[in-house]
């Protein structure tokens, strides 16, 4: 690969780290058809690779990508309209690009996009997916990783929401107030996805997860600006921001994986669990208690080590057992089981983990690194042994495969 196409793809592959979902919104909510501004933003990305190498890449990469991408679009939207009124729709939609590349900026219309897709007539199960895909730029296979369904399930319903949107012709815009609330669910787990995904690579080593923890954080931010009275997006928000205060300290200066009780608290960031802690309190001035608040005072619980010295597993398994009163979730469950072990109950953890039966934790790596761990307690070597076996099969992570790979060479000194 020559120096300019090197330079060429560097330059395309931030633009779409910082831009993808600012760029699809912004002319997805001008032709109302999710789809087709992908495709033609994808057309103006191949564009840019073959054409940058040999230009040289543009002052402005955004700009130049949302040049390409709305003519590919008024194209498409030629092609399907014909008449009057059909035209002037076309002519309307270019002169209001070409505003905006004169002033080489375009606004941010993400919020709108995002609420957009979780309209009531979407389907529910679909809406946090669909804001993962367009917002924020997950393909269909690690999205359908994240919710535990094949990827050709995925691609299905992201597929028959994205028609929805254009057939139902929901509107791109911020909800009225009396709106916000039965779509908040949907944009809040899938900002909580997309930081998942974010906190997934810890090293920031992948270019798909680099900067999704940041770009959800913004997100969180966002709506709890938006919705200053909402307990959840403050929940959220303190919740995410507790696990990102602790990222400098989850490798060490080798690149090995620290686990979360190993790891030095002095590391930690203290001015964001600081502010992590303010909107719990902030939260629970509300007077009601939900998921997000129930996880974000679990992570501020591990955050109390820094004080107390000692994690205190008694309290995280209480919470732990109040948010599986309002959570189905297999993962609440696991970690319910692992809280309740290390409160001094490993018995009763292992047998919590048995009972959750659900199959699709055989492919989930926490869940047999969680059985490893508590049967190594329980002096049950051999299981472990097992148990540690699938759980390195199932990941990804190099530091975290070589992390578990020790506590299973560990099982023959115990």
Not at 60 to 71: D, F, M, Y
Not at 85 to 97: C, K, M, N, S, V
Not at 190 to 217: C, P, T, V
Request: one cysteine or more.
């Amino acid at each position: 690969m020559t120096a300019g196409a090197e330079q060429a793809r560097a330059a395309a592959e931030a633009a779409a780290r910082q831009s993808y979902g600012r760029l699809v919104a912004y002319v997805a909510s001008r032709t109302r058809d999710v789809a087709g501004a992908e495709d033609a933003l994808a057309d103006a990305f191949a564009a840019a690779l073959a054409r940058w190498p040999q230009t040289g890449v543009p002052d402005h990469p955004e700009a130049w990508l949302l040049t390409v991408a709305r003519r590919r679009s008024i194209d498409q939207q030629r092609r399907r309209m014909t008449g009057e009124a059909g035209q002037a729709h076309l002519r309307l939609i270019g002169e209001e690009l070409e505003q905006e590349m004169a002033r080489e900026k375009f606004p941010d219309d993400r919020l709108g996009l995002i609420f957009a897709c979780a309209h009531p007539a979407i389907e529910a199960g679909v809406r946090a997916p669909l804001i993962l895909q367009t917002v924020l730029g997950f393909d269909a296979a690690t999205i359908a990783s994240a919710f535990l369904v094949s990827p050709s399930t995925m691609s299905q319903r992201l597929v028959r929401a994205k028609s929805r949107i254009k057939q139902a012709g929901v509107p791109f815009r911020i909800p009225e107030t009396a709106e916000l609330g039965e779509r908040l669910a949907a944009v809040l787990e899938a900002i909580y996805a997309a930081f998942s995904e974010g906190w997934a690579d810890a090293s920031g080593a992948e270019s798909r997860h680099r900067n999704l923890a940041s770009e959800a954080i913004w997100l969180g931010r966002l709506v709890v600006q938006l919705m200053p009275g909402e307990p959840e997006a403050l929940g959220l928000l303190s919740l995410m921001l507790h696990a990102e205060a602790r990222r400098p300290a989850r490798r060490n200066g080798e690149g090995a994986f620290v686990p979360l009780s190993e790891q030095d608290t002095l590391s930690w960031d203290a001015s964001l669990l600081a502010e992590a802690d303010a909107l719990l309190v902030r939260a629970g001035a509300f007077g009601t208690i939900d998921r997000y608040q129930i996880e974000g005072a679990i992570q501020s619980a591990h955050a109390a080590r820094r004080f107390a010295g000692t994690t205190d597993w008694a309290a995280i398994a209480t919470l732990y057992a109040g948010l599986m009163t309002i959570s189905t979730s297999p993962v609440v469950a696991v970690n319910h089981a692992v809280a309740v072990a290390y409160a001094g109950e490993p018995v009763e953890g292992l047998a919590m983990l048995d009972a959750i039966g659900d199959a699709r934790l055989d492919q989930y790596q926490p869940y047999w690194a969680a059985r490893a761990e508590l049967l190594s307690l329980l002096g049950m070597s051999e299981e472990a042994d097992k148990a540690y076996a699938l759980a390195i099969g199932l990941e990804t992570d190099h530091a975290v495969r070589a992390f578990l790979k020790r506590k299973r060479a560990d099982l023959d000194g115990r």
